[in-house]
């Protein structure tokens, strides 16, 4: 859980509190994930592709708009984490 929390702020700090829903049910859209998790402690996130099929549908379309705002949460993130240590 704390995990969860650790990426949720870092959303937060990118895209804005309302944007980012802190209490989304269990699911089982990464078991492949859980294999990882096992090893290191973290939490899967969703990044909000916009209107378009589900992922591995043939017709997904991933949203390239998306990606600076996946690098901005990858960066705010490991700045959080690590603090000054980036400096």
């Known amino acids: 859980a704390d995990k969860v929390g650790l990426a949720a702020d870092a959303a937060a700090a990118v895209a804005g509190d309302a944007n ?7 699911s089982m ?4 994930f859980a294999f990882m998790l096992e090893q290191v ?32 949460y990858w960066t705010t993130l490991v700045r959080q984490r690590l603090g000054n240590a980036t400096a």
Do not use: Q, T
């Open 20 to 26: 980012v829903d802190r209490n989304l049910p269990a």
């Open 41 to 72: 402690p973290g939490a899967m996130i969703f990044a909000g592709n916009g209107p378009s099929a589900e992922l591995h549908h043939p017709k997904y379309d991933f949203n390239d708009d998306l990606i600076p705002w996946g690098c901005s």
């Open 29 to 32: 859209g990464g078991e492949d």
